[in-house]
C-alpha cells in the first residue's frame, strides 16, 4: 500500500458524532486526497491537498472537513456523521500534481 | 467486503487463460489513463497506466489497449492465474482548472481453477 496507512481501519459510530480518519505517509509525497467509495460509483474525492496547509475542496466536500499540519499526516473529519456518510474512505498520494494515485488500505465507517 | 457493489459485471476465465476487461472513457479531453486491481477488503492498487499519445503500453502480464477514437480501454491479463482475481477498474484524468480523475466501478474478475 505505497507507504500509506490509514487509522482507525474499521469504526462505528453514532449519527451526529464527530468522526476523524486519519492519513499517515512515509513516502515524504507533497500530494495527498481523500476518497470515498461507494456501491454503484466509482471513486469520489472528497477533498486534497497539496501541501502543508493548503487544501481544497473536491467533488463531494459537503459535511466533511480536512486539516494537514504535516507532510505525512492528512486528516478526514466528519463534522457530524450522517448515514449517507456510511462508506469506505481510501487516503491515495502521488509524486507530482496530478500524476499516478497511489492508495492506502481504507477505513471502514458504518454510521448508525 | 465487497469494495464496490453487488452487481458489478463479471468476466470468468480459466486458469492459464487470457483475461481481456474493457473500459470505456467519458471524456474525450481526457490524456492519462490508469488500471488498478483492487482485492476484497484492500485498497485499489495500480497496474499500468498510459497516456493518451500511445496506444499501447506493456507491462509484466499485462498490456492496456488505448482506442481514441471510441473512447476505449482495455487491460490484458496474459495467463491468468488465481491472485488475479480480484476487481479492476480504470480512471481517466482531464484538465479543468486542475487535474480532475473519473474512476469506473469496475468489472469483477473471477479465475476458476
Known amino acids: 500500500d505505497a507507504g500509506i496507512t490509514q487509522s482507525p481501519r474499521h469504526k462505528v459510530t453514532e449519527t451526529g458524532t464527530p468522526v476523524t480518519l486519519r492519513c499517515h505517509q512515509t513516502?515524504?509525497?507533497?500530494?495527498m486526497y481523500w476518497y470515498r467509495q461507494d456501491p454503484g460509483h466509482g471513486l469520489r474525492l472528497i477533498h486534497y491537498?497539496?501541501?502543508?496547509?493548503?487544501?481544497d475542496k473536491g467533488e463531494v466536500s459537503d459535511g466533511y472537513s480536512v486539516s494537514r499540519s504535516k507532510t505525512e499526516d492528512f486528516l478526514l473529519t466528519l463534522e457530524s456523521a450522517t448515514s449517507s456518510q456510511t462508506s469506505v474512505y481510501f487516503c491515495?498520494?502521488?509524486?507530482?500534481?496530478?500524476?499516478?494515485?497511489?492508495f492506502g488500505p481504507g477505513t471502514r465507517l458504518l454510521v448508525l | 467486503g465487497e469494495s464496490v457493489g453487488l452487481h458489478l459485471p463479471t468476466l470468468s476465465v480459466q486458469e492459464g487463460d487470457n483475461s481481456i476487461i474493457n473500459c470505456a472513457y467519458s471524456?474525450?479531453?481526457?490524456?492519462?489513463f490508469i488500471w488498478y486491481k483492487q482485492e476484497s477488503g484492500k485498497g485499489p492498487q495500480f497496474i499500468i497506466d498510459?497516456?493518451?499519445?500511445?496506444d499501447k503500453r506493456q507491462g509484466q502480464r499485462v498490456t492496456v489497449l488505448l482506442n481514441k477514437t471510441v473512447k476505449h480501454l482495455s487491460l490484458q491479463i496474459a495467463a491468468t492465474q488465481p491472485g488475479d482475481s480480484a476487481v479492476y477498474f480504470c480512471a481517466e484524468r482531464y484538465t479543468s482548472g486542475t487535474y480532475k480523475y473519473i474512476f469506473g466501478t469496475g468489472t469483477r474478475l473471477k479465475v476458476l481453477a
Open positions: 498510459i497516456r493518451s499519445n500511445m
Open positions: 491537498s497539496y501541501g502543508v496547509k493548503d487544501t
Open positions: 491515495a498520494i502521488s509524486v507530482k500534481k496530478g500524476e499516478t494515485q497511489y
Open positions: 513516502e515524504n509525497h507533497r500530494y
Open positions: 471524456n474525450s479531453a481526457s490524456d492519462y
